[in-house]
């Protein structure tokens, strides 16, 4: 419920400060006194476009804050908590400055976008009679409207749920595809490579094996004859190492009877005689070693080769290669195995289809059945609010299966008999607008709250028995939800629980707009005043009496 409106520095506006009640308030006052800048205000403050135009002269900025108490299921709450704008005790405050620069706003003291203050407007007043303010201009607002006279919210939850689960799951599959076709593509690489090192067969160790062997291979009659000449020195011959010893240590036995010290010596020769026989037996080994291995140099440099090509290809040292082939095994191993996910997903996927297109299904059947009922009733309102012959509508045309249903939601209008049906926007001016809204609220009273409700313009160009027809259906809406209307007939006027009155009046030379919340010997004036005109009777005092007194 919007409770207070504070207006500053707003074309002829000074400062106005003005409560609100529940029910019905309606607001009264001469032509051009400023009754529509409080709903201009008003749009101003839930997001409306502005210019500087607005802001009075003299004044830096204008300045618009709506206070609104929510009760405790009111849409908005929830909405404000999800974005961390909540206030203590469920109030919520809504604050436009305009400036000639810029315009900015606030929420709970908070600055916001403007689209934010726009959306949290449309839970918060639905204005009615400026079209670019219109929620029943919407097909979102009619498609809900119209679900809400079917009874059927509870369906067009389930299928939103529903639909946003099955467009989830062609997320998740869409998405696991093409992880899945990215896997393939890197498996199919993979496999190549694994092909290559698979021919190769590289083990741990082996490339330091085939080093040493190429190099043996590659010397091998550098070494044979290196050793044996050192055999040759060592062991063969007359002039060999061993052969020297021999004799030398004949030469130094006899010796040692004369001299004893000589005895070391002689053991150092045995010594060095024993370490270059062992020196010669091993050289005789190698040697032997390196007449039995394979002489097929070619085919081991080829394997050399081919352990440097696969590295550099893999940007790899070659003793990594048996490292890398157990790595791009275990992955390749890891890249299987998609096809079981896909097709579970697959099967959920259909199965949320089936799902989908029953509750869709059980939308469209309550649709079908309400929407003529409810553009007969709507009708009906219309013609008692006297827009004559006009007729209400409400079209369904086939779509693509949505959150919404299967079908758009759009209402249209038909001026006369013989016109054709067209949209809202297309057909009616401002003052019907409001009327065939306030038809579709009547009709709508007793299964839609919805907002606070602000009309303008309802009652343009009517009167008589119409006008006071539009002031009880006002009434009899205001029982349900907050209404503000800005009226000219006494009819409509008599039926408000506040009334509030726009006079404009001079004051330091200056022209400015008050607001008066009117007791009821000032209501009885005022109500007189719109029935008699400038010169006021105790006739038309009384009349007015009766009519407030309903």
């Known amino acids: 419920m919007l409770s207070e409106l504070l207006i500053r520095s707003f074309v002829v506006i000074d400062e ?148 946003g689960a099955l467009q989830s799951a062609r997320t998740r599959l869409r998405t696991l595809q093409e992880a899945a076709d990215q896997r393939k593509a890197r498996a199919s690489l993979v496999r190549y490579q694994l092909d290559e090192l698979e021919a190769l067969r590289p083990e741990a160790g082996e490339w330091q094996e085939l080093n040493a062997t190429e190099r043996r291979l590659a010397h091998a009659q550098e070494l044979m004859s290196g050793i044996a000449d050192l055999m040759a020195v060592l062991a063969d011959g007359e002039q060999a190492l061993s052969t020297g010893l021999e004799r030398a240590m004949s030469a130094l036995r006899p010796l040692t009877r004369h001299e004893p010290r000589l005895a070391e010596i002689e053991g150092l020769l045995a010594s060095a005689a024993v370490e270059i026989g062992e020196a010669a037996a091993g050289l005789n080994r190698i040697g032997g070693s390196l007449d039995s291995e394979p002489a097929d140099l070619p085919a081991l440099e080829a394997r050399v080769a081919r352990w440097h090509d696969l590295a550099r290809k893999h940007r790899v040292p070659p003793e990594e290669l048996p490292e890398l082939w157990a790595r791009l095994s275990a992955e390749h191993e890891s890249l299987q195995g998609d096809e079981d996910q896909i097709t579970g997903l697959a099967q959920e996927i259909a199965q949320r289809e089936r799902e989908a297109a029953r509750y869709a299904e059980a939308l469209t059947a309550k649709r079908r059945e309400a929407a003529p009922v409810l553009g ?14 006009a007729r209400f509508q409400v079209a369904l045309g086939p779509e693509d299966l949505s959150v919404n249903g299967c079908e758009s939601v759009e209402f249209l209008v038909s001026p006369a008999p013989d016109a054709s049906f067209k949209p809202l926007t297309k057909t009616a001016s401002g003052g019907e607008l409001s009327r065939i809204s306030l038809a579709l609220q009547v009709v709508l009273a007793d299964v839609c709250a919805g907002p606070a409700l602000v009309f303008d313009e309802v009652d343009v160009g009517i009167g008589g028995a119409v006008a006071e027809i539009v002031g009880l259906r006002l009434h009899e809406l205001a029982k349900t939800r907050q209404v503000l209307c800005i009226t000219h007939l006494p009819q409509v006027a008599a039926q408000g629980d506040t009334h509030l009155l726009v006079e404009k009046g001079q004051a330091a030379g200056r022209t400015i707009s008050s607001v008066e919340v009117l007791t009821s010997a000032r209501r009885i004036e005022e109500v007189a005043r719109m029935l008699g005109g400038v010169a006021v009777s105790e006739r038309t005092r009384a009349l007015a009496r009766d009519m407030l007194r309903g």
């Open 376 to 389: 007969g009733a709507v009708t009906d309102e219309m013609g008692r609010l006297g827009l004559g012959s």
């Open 16 to 163: 106005l400060r003005i409560p609100f009640g529940p029910g019905l308030s309606v607001v009264t006052g001469e032509t051009g006194a400023g009754k529509s800048l409080l709903v201009d205000a008003l749009g101003l403050a839930l997001g409306a476009r502005a210019d500087a135009g607005v802001i009075r002269t003299g004044a830096e900025a204008a300045e618009i804050t709506a206070t609104f108490d929510l009760a405790p299921q009111h849409p908005a709450r929830a909405w404000l908590a999800q974005r961390d704008l909540a206030a203590d005790a469920g109030e919520c405050i809504v604050r436009r400055v305009i400036a000639p620069d810029r315009s900015r706003a606030f929420v709970n003291a908070t600055p916001v976008p403007l689209q934010l203050l726009r959306d949290l407007g449309d839970l918060l007043i639905d204005l009615h009679g400026q079209h670019e303010h219109q929620a029943l201009m919407r097909k979102d607002a009619q498609r809900v409207l119209l679900d809400a006279y079917a009874g059927a919210q509870a369906e067009a939850r389930a299928l939103a749920d529903a639909v």
